[in-house]
């Protein structure tokens, strides 16, 4: 298995937060575990994931222990560290505590030959109303205080409730290691978006609409795309 490549990983802002990643002594801890990991491929039911702090960690990551392709599982100092991979090659993985798991770090491209665009798979976060696909591109060139940044592309997909719209706009975004976000809203040069109509609400609606959103981006010509999915330090 290939270990992580270092300007292509996204450290989870809540693990920061929680302070479990947010010295580089940590971080360079976590990236010897993984190294240590044993892979297995399509583990039919391995208990570590059905202990339910992680089984809810699992599913709010992966959207179910179905997409799982790949798992392994390592010794890492104050418990266990999980790694997932799904069948599109992006990894996470996860620090079991016992009595609590949390998601520390996603490694979007991992073995993934295609190039950075949004055919990649992307990591899906959900919110109030609000659905968001984020592809890592690069290491950033901006820092925050002197805190480094990876650059993101995200899909961030809206119900407005004011104009009765879905609303999809594709913007770089700059991910901090504090946590901390940039989001670019460029008012002119190349954009994406779209809209559409809708009477009332549902969150079945809202994940049609995001579908739609994701598969009309895919069919966008990648270099009216260049400007989200290019990072601002070069990196590949």
């Given at each position: 298995?290939?270990?992580?490549?270092?300007?292509?990983?996204?450290?989870?802002?809540?693990?920061?937060?929680?302070?479990?990643?947010?010295?580089?002594?940590?971080?360079?801890?976590?990236?010897?575990?993984?190294?240590?990991?044993?892979?297995t491929?399509?583990?039919?039911s391995?208990?570590?994931?059905?202990?339910?702090?992680?089984?809810?960690?699992?599913?709010?990551?992966?959207?179910?222990?179905?997409?799982?392709?790949?798992?392994?599982?390592?010794?890492?100092?104050?418990?266990?560290?999980?790694?997932?991979?799904?069948?599109?090659?992006?990894?996470?993985?996860?620090?079991?505590?016992?009595?609590?798991?949390?998601?520390?770090?996603?490694?979007?491209?991992?073995?993934?030959?295609?190039?950075?665009?949004?055919?990649?798979?992307?990591?899906?976060?959900?919110?109030?109303?609000?659905?968001?696909?984020?592809?890592?591109?690069?290491?950033?060139?901006?820092?925050?205080?002197?805190?480094?940044?990876?650059?993101?592309?995200e899909?961030q997909?809206?119900?407005?409730?004011?104009?009765?719209?879905?609303?999809?706009?594709?913007?770089?975004?700059?991910?901090?290691?504090?946590?901390?976000?940039?989001?670019?809203?460029?008012?002119?040069?190349?954009?994406?978006?779209?809209?559409?109509?809708?009477?009332r609400?549902?969150?079945?609606?809202?994940?049609?609409?995001?579908?739609?959103?994701?598969?009309?981006?895919?069919?966008?010509?990648?270099?009216?795309?260049a400007?989200?999915?290019?990072?601002?330090?070069?990196?590949?």
């Amino acid at each position: 298995m290939t270990s992580p490549i270092p300007d292509l990983l996204a450290w989870t802002p809540l693990g920061t937060r929680l302070g479990y990643t947010t010295a580089q002594t940590q971080r360079e801890e976590i990236l010897d575990a993984i190294s240590r990991i044993d892979w297995t491929e399509a583990p039919p039911s391995p208990s570590y994931l059905d202990v339910p702090p992680v089984s809810a960690v699992v599913g709010a990551a992966l959207h179910g222990r179905e997409q799982i392709r790949m798992a392994g599982t390592t010794h890492i100092a104050g418990g266990r560290l999980i790694g997932l991979q799904d069948g599109h090659g992006a990894r996470t993985y996860l620090l079991d505590l016992g009595s609590e798991a949390i998601s520390l770090l996603d490694e979007p491209r991992c073995n993934d030959a295609l190039p950075v665009g949004p055919a990649r798979t992307p990591t899906i976060l959900r919110g109030d109303r609000c659905i968001t696909y984020r592809w890592v591109t690069g290491r950033s060139a901006e820092t925050w205080l002197d805190i480094p940044g990876t650059d993101l592309a995200e899909l961030q997909v809206h119900h407005l409730a004011h104009s009765k719209q879905f609303s999809a706009w594709l913007h770089p975004v700059t991910l901090f290691a504090n946590g901390a976000t940039r989001c670019s809203y460029p008012l002119t040069g190349p954009s994406w978006s779209l809209r559409e109509p809708v009477a009332r609400f549902t969150t079945p609606r809202l994940d049609a609409f995001a579908e739609r959103a994701l598969q009309q981006l895919r069919a966008t010509d990648e270099t009216q795309l260049a400007f989200a999915f290019t990072a601002s330090a070069g990196a590949a």
